[in-house]
């Protein structure tokens, strides 16, 4: 499977949870996919995508709070994990599309290749953790983790995109925010 | 100033969010605020988590030392200041006046400059500026823009 048809997916499977997406084509795929006043699209900040999700959560415990991350991104803020599993939000889903290369700047590789971001996130003490590899199907296990108790945390190993590329995001910074405030 | 007065002030303002990675200047805030105050493990990590606070309904507040600039300044710029994401920043001012432990004297003579050069508005507060650099960076955050209201020495009792 490749990464936006898992953001596809994902946002197909989501009611009223807020959507916090990296930047990069997670953003760009996920606004493609289905537009939403609920879907927050990072254009720069590379890592701190899981940063506002875990503030979201901490702000909102009504809401369901839903990270859209990256290999690349999780790889920059590896260290949101140990807060994320300290502060222990229940309302709190971290998905990692996991693509094993910057995609958005070429495709150079990424680390994860060989660095298990699962292990990590198991290590920091995140005790819901699922993987899913390139072939499985993911509805299921999304399904059930949107239901769980967080803080939860998939790994989704997903092929790189092809050549073509997604729209870029067509809505300006503030309005993004103003519209996810009030989502 | 001393930390219980600035808790009140902060609290006064509709502050409610604290987060942020500690300095020893900022040690009496951070312990006043014991209970609400979530420790970050990097200073753009602690803004990104103040601005999901934001996006949330809260007021955010964060802690950092000067050093704790260079981190933040990729977040700031695409990311506070382009959402129109407003967030207080009470920075201590290490490296003031060029007295300090070597790692904090380039960063001590140029964080007021570097605020300046990316249009953050900013205050350094001796013993008596604080109370109003809080009210003039209230002022700023209603227009969702960052503040950093620098915290010297002698600015905390």
Do not use: W
Request: hydrophobic share 40%; proline share 5%; net charge neutral.
């Amino acid at each position: 499977m490749i990464m936006r048809e898992a953001i596809t997916k994902i946002i197909s499977l989501v009611g009223d949870e807020y959507v916090v997406c990296a930047n990069g084509f997670i953003s760009r795929d996920a606004f493609n996919a289905k537009d939403r006043p609920g879907n927050f699209y990072m254009l720069g900040s590379m890592g701190q995508a899981s940063s506002i999700g875990l503030g979201l959560a901490i702000a909102r415990p009504d809401k369901k709070v839903v990270i859209l991350d990256g290999d690349g991104n999780l790889l920059m803020n590896l260290g949101v994990l140990a807060m994320i599993s300290d502060i222990k939000p229940k309302n709190l889903l971290h998905i990692v599309l996991d693509n094993e290369c910057y995609d958005s700047t070429g495709g150079q590789p990424a680390i994860s290749s060989r660095v298990d971001l699962a292990r990590a996130a198991e290590g920091c003490g995140i005790k819901n953790i699922t993987r899913k590899g390139p072939g499985e199907d993911i509805v299921p296990a999304l399904m059930a983790c949107l239901r769980k108790e967080g803080p939860g945390f998939i790994l989704i190993k997903v092929e790189r995109d092809p050549s073509e590329k997604a729209a870029r995001v067509n809505i300006a910074p503030p309005e993004i925010a103003k519209r996810f405030k009030g989502a | 100033m001393d930390a219980e007065t600035l808790k009140k002030r902060l609290k006064d303002l509709g502050f409610d969010f604290f987060t942020g990675v500690p300095c020893s200047l900022l040690g009496g805030i951070i312990e006043a605020l014991a209970g609400e105050y979530i420790p970050a493990v990097r200073e753009d990590t602690a803004l990104g988590v103040a601005a999901g606070a934001y996006l949330g309904g809260r007021k955010p507040c964060v802690l950092m030392q000067n050093s704790g600039l260079g981190y933040s300044l990729n977040v700031l710029t695409s990311l506070n200041m382009i959402y129109d994401i407003p967030v207080l920043m009470l920075v201590s001012f290490r490296g003031y006046g060029g007295k300090d432990a070597p790692e904090h004297l380039i960063m001590g003579r140029h964080c007021v400059e570097l605020m300046e050069t990316f249009g953050i508005r900013n205050k350094v507060c001796g013993k008596d500026g604080l109370a109003s650099a809080l009210v003039e960076a209230d002022k700023e955050i209603a227009k969702g823009k960052p503040y950093c209201v620098f915290i010297k020495e002698d600015t905390l009792e």
